[in-house]
Every structure is written in C-alpha cells, then in structure tokens.
C-alpha cells in the first residue's frame, strides 16, 4: 500500500476514540472458553446438595412442603437439610428468626418430659421425601437454660440482630440432663426410623458458639460438645457427629481462634466425659459469607469475602494431619449473613429476587470445588442458608429459593447442578482474568466480568455450566460473546440440550415486575408465574455430529446470565 494512504489511515484512526474504544469493548466481550472431556480434574461431588434455615416449624407448612419436594426432585441424591431450635421451647410456633418443638419440658418435680410429637414431623416431612437431616442439637430448653428468662424474642428486620439471643443461648444447668435429652432424642430416631436410616444422618452441636448464638464461655462449649458427642455414640456408636459450626473464618480474630480451639480439644483436650484424651468427631464445619453493599446506587456484592473464610477455613483443616481428611461441610454458605433481613430495609440484599443470585451461586460454587482441591481437603457439602418465609410479600427481597411457592431464578441454577456428574474436568480460558485465586483476593470488581465454566462428564453424559457474573449489579451493560471449544466427548453423535437463566428465561421475577408487580395476584398469574420459575430451555434440543470427539459452542450472555450445555448419546 502506499505509504502516504497508511499515513492517512493512521491519522484517521487516531481521530477516532470511539471507534477504538468500540474495538476494545467487542475484544474484551468476545471469551474463549476450551473445556477437554479426556482431562479429568476431580470427582463432582454434589457439594450444592445441603440447605438449611433459621425456622423450622416452616418445614411442614404448605409453601415448605412444596419447596421441599422441588428441592428433593432436583437432586439425583439424597439432599441434606440443617435447621435450627429444634429443641427450642414452645408450642410450634413460627416467626422470623424463630421456631419451637417443645421436645423437652419438665414436671412439677424437675423430672424430664420429652414430646418428639414437632421434631417428628418436621423429620418426618424429610424422610418422606428422600431427604436427610443433618441434625442440629439445640438450642437450650428453656427448663434447663441458666438464664431462662428472657426466652421467647420478637424479631423484626429493622431491630438489632442480639435481641435474638435470649434464654435458648445459654448453657444448661445440668450437663447430665442435657446428655440424657441428647441420648433419649437419638434412641427415638433410631426407634422410629431405624439404624440404618440414623446412621446416615450427620449430627452436630449448636450454631455459631463464637458469637451471641452461645453465651456461655468457649471452655463451657467444649464441655456441652464432649456430653452431646458421648450421648450420640451411647445411643448410636455409628452415628455421625461433628462441629463446630462457627462463623466465617476470617470475618473476625475469634473465629478462627475458637475453631482452632476446638480442633485442639477434639484431639488432645481432656474429655470432660471421660477424663481421656480426646473427644469423637466425624467431620468439621464452618461458615462463609459474603458481604454486599449498595455503590452509587447499585448492589456490589462481595464474592471475595465469602471465598476468605472458606479458603482460611480449609486451610486450618489442612493444618492438622489427622483431621485433613475428615469431611468438611460448610455449614452455611452465603453471599451473607441473614436471610430474614428483607430488601426493604437493607437495601444490599435487593440481589436475591433476580438473575444476580443465581449467577453468583453458579460461579461461587464452582470456586468452593477449586479451593478444596487447592488446599486438598475433603469438602463434603456447602449448606445455602435459604429456604422460604411463609406468608410474606411477594419477592420482599428475603433470602430464600421461592416466594409464597414460586421459585426463583437462583433455584435454577441447582435444578442445573442436579444434571451435572461424573468427572470434573478441566476447562481452560485464553488471556483469562479472574482465577479462582484472584477472586478470592479480590472479588469480581474489574472492568470485566468473570466469564467461565465447569464440566463434567459420565458414562453417558456430558455438562458444561458457564455464567456471566459481576459483582457489581448492573444489567444495562452490553452481552458478551462467548465461544466454547469442546473435546472428548467419546461419540460421534449426541444430543445438546441448551438451558438458559436470565432476564427472558428461567426468571419468575422479572415476569412479576413485567405483570406490574402485583402483591395479591390473579390465580392465572399465579400459574404464570409457577411456570416462570422453572428451568427453561433455550432452543430445543438438537442432535449433532462430532468430529472426533469435537464441536464449538456460540452463545451470547447477558450480564448475570447462567447456562448450561448438556451432551446425551
């Protein structure tokens, strides 16, 4: 070319930003994603099986036991379920932040009264289903609490967190009737539903004892623990039980304290049962949370936080070599910290109710598995803290997997998981800018989003899931293009299936605000909106040819969109 017509051009392009600046966008929205079906990395574990929330008595209820049956549908294994106050006094009644089962209460003459009538039907509602109990022991019944009065709260979002902790958070007064509690409760399950069913379940100790959840000493926890465990194996010596369910582990100084001291106790402590060393544990739990804000007006989650405590986590594990190996179950796993705390008034959890949600889970999840193979522990399960709130507005903004019965987007991307077995394999991205490392350190906060993906693969099956995610709330940003190389697959010809969650798909919300958002809606929008919720397909599912094993995938992602590719032959 002439060299006076490149001089021109180059001084043409120089006058133009926004040409440039429109080039640069397309480069850095255009991703490259290899997934190789023959590279295996881990076994996928369903680790996203465990679910867990503050009032149990919602369990039986109408909009529970619906939730319940989704829940247990989506899962090809039985999910596990954690509640709280299951020995909390009261009759059954439920509130925000609070539950009762009235299991133990005593007579005129101090002697125990046990009534498993609650317990049984919220277990029963469990089994029923295929479902397990990943049992909690607590909290303290009021006729054994040193400090019985004040017991029953009133909590409201909006009133501070401590009014919750009241006479159920402190120790008991007889350690030996506690035991006897603990040992009659486990008898009873195993009389009702058999060994072989108890032996299944996981039993631990409490919520959070290094905050307000437990208001006695860490040394007072230590002995409630070694009583609760040796009450366990006295009823049941192949029961599971472990602990000790504390908060983040590096939100604060004093979590990773107390965990640590509890580890130590559990294996060179003096039992206070026994006056041995040592006391029984089964697995280890801790949990992790994230912490989002409101910036300029829009929702900035905080990924990295939640990543830092189950990072810090795995790596105390890691650091004792007789417990290394021990599952882990993080037992609430969140993007943070209360699920009763509607939208209304804290204003950073308006990301429950949309495709934010469900995007974080997808891209989270995946980090939790790569953390685990980084520090090389045995994670088991992450909890998600979230459940329902029976008669409560429409889309209120909880934390919770459905609204008066309807699910909502983030339920999805589990209902995806639930397709996804087999064998993680690698999956690799060109110029890739948020390790899972990175992400840890420094959240998804860049220009750019996190545009990536795990795969699995089985005998006759194969999942890509890949996601769009940013911590930074904003959806009027331009779709990314994403291309997908696959190898490995071992047929020539399969069907792909395209499942989709975003603003048009998968998404009851954004159908409820498109209705007008209605607070009493119409039986017809009801029905609309049930159909909404559920896992929809993008196109319709197509047969293809592969050569060699091979193929490429072309999709445009809105921002905070998931979806997932599943190969059948």
């Not at 008991?172 to 409760?185: G, I, M, N, S």
Request: aromatic share 14%; with cysteine; net charge negative.
């Amino acid at each position: 070319m002439n060299p006076k017509v490149l001089f021109l051009l180059f001084v043409y392009l120089l006058i133009q930003p926004s040409y440039l600046v429109l080039a640069q966008d397309d480069k850095n929205s255009s991703i490259d994603l290899q997934v190789n079906y023959n590279k295996q990395v881990g076994v996928m574990d369903p680790i996203w099986a465990f679910w867990g929330y503050d009032e149990p008595n919602y369990t039986y209820m109408k909009d529970g036991k619906k939730l319940l049956t989704e829940i247990s549908q989506l899962s090809p294994v039985p999910v596990f379920v954690r509640a709280h106050s299951l020995l909390v006094t009261g009759e059954g009644t439920h509130a925000l932040k609070w539950g009762s089962t009235n299991a133990y209460t005593e007579d005129e003459n101090g002697n125990p009264v046990y009534d498993w009538t609650i317990i049984d039907k919220i277990f029963d509602t469990y089994i029923e289903r295929g479902m397990k109990p990943l049992a909690q022991i607590g909290f303290m019944p009021k006729a054994m609490s040193t400090k019985p009065e004040p017991y029953r709260h009133y909590w409201k979002p909006g009133a501070h967190y401590e009014e919750i902790f009241t006479g159920w958070a402190y120790p008991p007064k007889d350690y030996e009737k506690w035991a006897e509690l603990v040992y009659q409760w486990v008898t009873h399950s195993i009389e009702r539903y058999g060994k072989k069913e108890v032996e299944s379940w996981y039993w631990e100790l409490w919520n959070e004892p290094d905050i307000g959840y437990w208001r006695g000493t860490t040394e007072e926890y230590l002995k409630l623990y070694d009583y609760t465990a040796d009450a366990v194996k006295r009823a049941l010596p192949t029961a599971l039980i472990g602990g000790p369910e504390t908060t983040g582990p590096a939100g604060w100084d004093g979590a990773e304290a107390f965990l640590r001291t509890f580890l130590d106790h559990v294996l060179m402590g003096t039992n206070y049962v026994t006056g041995e060393t040592g006391s029984p544990i089964d697995f280890i739990s801790f949990h992790a949370k994230g912490s989002p804000k409101v910036v300029d007006g829009i929702v900035q989650m905080n990924m990295g936080k939640q990543l830092r405590d189950i990072s810090l986590g795995f790596e105390v594990v890691a650091s004792y070599p007789d417990l290394k190996d021990l599952p882990i179950i993080i037992g609430e796993s969140d993007p943070e910290g209360c699920a009763a705390c509607s939208e209304a008034d804290y204003p950073h959890n308006a990301y429950r109710n949309g495709t934010m949600y469900s995007s974080y889970t997808a891209a989270s999840f995946s980090k939790k598995y790569q953390l685990a193979d980084h520090f090389g522990v045995n994670l088991l399960g992450a909890v998600t803290w979230g459940f329902e709130f029976e008669n409560q507005p429409w889309y209120a903004g909880f934390r919770d997997m459905a609204t008066n019965g309807v699910d909502k987007p983030v339920l999805n991307v589990f209902r995806m998981f639930g397709m996804m077995k087999g064998k993680r394999v690698e999956v690799n991205q060109d110029n890739v800018e948020y390790t899972f490392l990175q992400v840890r350190n420094e959240s998804v906060r860049g220009e750019n989003p996190d545009i990536n993906a795990i795969a699995a693969i089985d005998d006759c099956s194969a999942t890509v899931m890949v996601w769009n995610y940013h911590d930074k709330n904003d959806l009027n940003v331009p779709n990314s293009s994403v291309s997908i190389q696959v190898e490995g697959i071992p047929v020539g010809k399969a069907q792909i299936s395209h499942y989709r969650i975003d603003q048009e798909y998968s998404n009851s919300y954004a159908v409820w605000k498109e209705m007008g958002s209605p607070q009493n809606p119409t039986v017809e929008q009801i029905e609309e909106l049930e159909q909404a919720g559920q896992l929809q397909l993008y196109t319709s599912p197509e047969w293809i040819h592969l050569e060699d094993g091979k193929t490429t995938l072309k999709l445009d992602m809105p921002r905070q969109a998931v979806s997932l590719f599943k190969f059948t032959w």
